[in-house]
């Protein structure tokens, strides 16, 4: 019998209810994490918002960080630089950010930098992008001809290294600094021969601007030399060091997020245009199929699941990053990578 008081009855419930949110939280493998307290996490992406990263804000969509105990309040970015910068000073806690970029900034920022928790891109996009009328599809085509660099892209601090990997004589190439909201368009009206980007970003950048897709030329730094995963999760030192289990949480909701995404690439597109209106749907859709299809869902991510690390695989692709961005020592796995939140295997599946 109830004792006819509201506010008992209320309070009685809210404790069934916490229960009940901290049971569901142990099914899911995630002790700590009270579902009935949704913690707002500020988190940076890579670039802008758009085809390339809809999958965080389908995890938003679905409910799948909020199930976890915690929700992602989603900023866009002008690049991975920054994404590493703001989770480095603390302005983000979590982030979206390509492991070059981040392998760079723990060399020379070993005590702030923020480490990889799961990687996401198992294949590295940054390539040499041209067209038809003059294409590039081997280093050595590089040799004569003018290429478009972004200042501080770290595809761009990279290619010195590869070029010299692939015997081609950096002296015989017009490299040209352009600001990288220009650079596509500098392509597409024949001013320069090539451009340094990522694929999923450039080609379909030119496809909204007019290209047709079958006139771009993809000279990949993966097929010469530097095959190293790209985009991941990172998190800050503070989280790692105070909320272990939150860590881990945002790992899983991640992980979750993309394997929504890669089974049903509509409602993450949809997601995606519902937040950004501008963004035309058809191009994003074609853009999110492409990083599936060449970045996500690789032979070693069906092989092994989302986030496998192979060190020896690492270790190569450190040799590369410590010359072309001419680092004092190799960095070292450990100073960059902390594989404690990875989700249980069943969770890294995408299929």
């Not at 703001?86 to 702030?112: C, Q």
């Not at 294409?135 to 478009?148: F, V």
């Amino acid at each position: 019998m109830g004792n006819g008081n509201p506010k008992c009855s209320v309070t009685r419930r809210a404790a069934l209810l916490g229960s009940a949110a901290m049971a569901g939280g142990a099914v899911l493998g995630m002790p700590s994490v009270v579902r009935a307290q949704v913690k707002e996490i500020p988190f940076t992406l890579d670039i802008r918002i758009y085809g390339g990263n809809c999958p965080f804000l389908l995890g938003q969509e679905q409910g799948i960080y909020t199930d976890l105990g915690y929700s992602l309040k989603i900023d866009g970015s002008p690049g991975s630089a920054e994404s590493v910068r703001r989770v480095a000073t603390g302005t983000h806690d979590f982030g979206f950010a390509d492991i070059s970029t981040l392998v760079e900034f723990s060399a020379r920022n070993p005590e702030a930098t923020p480490k990889l928790i799961l990687s996401v891109f198992d294949r590295f996009p940054a390539c040499v992008i041209s067209m038809n009328k003059r294409p590039i599809d081997k280093p050595k085509d590089l040799e004569g001809a003018r290429i478009a660099v972004g200042a501080a892209s770290g595809a761009t601090k990279l290619l010195p290294a590869l070029l010299k990997l692939n015997d081609v004589d950096e002296s015989k190439i017009d490299f040209v600094t352009v600001d990288v909201k220009l650079r596509d368009s500098l392509l597409l009206r024949n001013e320069i021969d090539g451009i340094i980007g990522f694929d999923y970003t450039s080609i379909f950048n030119l496809v909204e601007a007019g290209a047709k897709q079958e006139d771009i030329h993809l000279l990949y730094y993966s097929d010469y030399g530097f095959n190293f995963p790209a985009n991941s999760l990172i998190a800050s030192r503070k989280m790692i060091e105070e909320e272990p289990d939150l860590c881990k949480a945002v790992a899983l909701g991640v992980a979750r997020a993309w394997k929504a995404g890669y089974k049903d690439p509509d409602a993450a597109v949809a997601a995606v245009v519902k937040r950004e209106s501008l963004l035309q749907e058809k191009v994003e859709r074609a853009r999110f199929q492409w990083v599936l299809d060449k970045h996500i869902m690789t032979e070693s991510v069906k092989t092994h699941g989302l986030g496998y690390i192979d060190p020896a695989r690492m270790e190569k692709g450190n040799q590369l990053i410590k010359e072309g961005f001419e680092l004092a020592e190799v960095p070292q796995l450990s100073q960059y990578y902390d594989g404690r939140f990875l989700p249980d295997a069943s969770e890294l599946k995408m299929v």
